[in-house]
């Protein structure tokens, strides 16, 4: 060394580097991934168990809006029905007669009724045990209720004004013309007989909706004659608004 410059001293000591860089680089760069790693670590669940809970969510969130569309798809479908129906009303006779199907030849062109199709029915009065005996015999040409063409019914049969007792017929699907077979009886005095009145309605069974009623047959049982069994066809009528 030189006289007078300053003495350098050297040491074995290690050297530290301090770095300026962030910690927390990783931590912003994908914060979801943070925040998944620390969910499994506080659920104490294995990584197949989360993703199976994850994924069984994602599958019933994506039923339930299938289910959604589904209903939205028949509300459309049914106010679509409606829009034809009061379009078809201002229609004149020879129009009318395109549209309607040619299997229906006792329906009326040009007029407002609509056809629901037809039902066999018959009626016994037993006077010695006061029982009144409706049979829902079979069903034919009735109106499609369903998307597919088809409908799923089923009749009620109950006698007015009393209406003490409901009966159903089975539920038939898939087909517009049932053969039901089936005899309800009814305990009905003479007097009672004559201002009676047999209702006998046609459904369309739906199993998550309001079941929708096709037609209905209401038949004054004061204009029979009760010497022997009635039975016979008869078109099905536009249900009554009121009993």
């Not at 017929?169 to 053969?179: A, C, R, S």
């Not at 369309?204 to 049982?221: C, M, P, S």
Request: net charge positive.
């Amino acid at each position: 060394m030189k006289a007078g410059s300053p003495s350098l001293i050297v040491t074995n000591q290690p050297i530290h580097t301090i770095s300026t860089m962030s910690t927390h680089t990783n931590a912003t760069v994908n914060p979801a991934a943070g925040f998944f790693e620390d969910l499994l670590i506080h659920l104490h669940l294995p990584r197949w168990a989360v993703y199976t809970i994850f994924g069984a969510g994602g599958l019933i969130i994506l039923l339930c809006c299938f289910c959604i569309c589904i209903k939205c798809c028949c509300k459309r479908k049914r106010r679509q029905k409606k829009d034809q129906q009061i379009i078809l009303k201002g229609l004149d006779g020879r129009t009318a007669t395109a549209l309607v199907q040619p299997d229906m030849g006792d329906v009326d062109y040009g007029s407002t009724k609509q056809y629901r199709g037809k039902l066999l029915y018959s009626l016994g009065y037993n006077a010695t045990l006061s029982e009144l005996t409706v049979g829902i015999k079979q069903a034919v040409n009735l109106k499609a209720m369903d998307l597919g063409g088809s409908s799923d019914p089923y009749v009620k049969v109950y006698i007015l004004p009393e209406k003490f007792k409901v009966f159903e017929t089975k539920v038939f699907k898939n087909t517009l013309n049932p053969f039901f077979n089936e005899q309800f009886t009814f305990q009905l005095s003479k007097s009672t007989l004559q201002k009676s009145t047999a209702v006998m309605k046609v459904f369309d069974f739906n199993r998550f909706t309001k079941h929708e009623i096709i037609g209905e047959l209401r038949v004054q049982l004061c204009n029979i004659d009760w010497n022997h069994v009635i039975e016979e066809w008869q078109d099905l009528a536009k249900p009554a608004k009121f009993e």
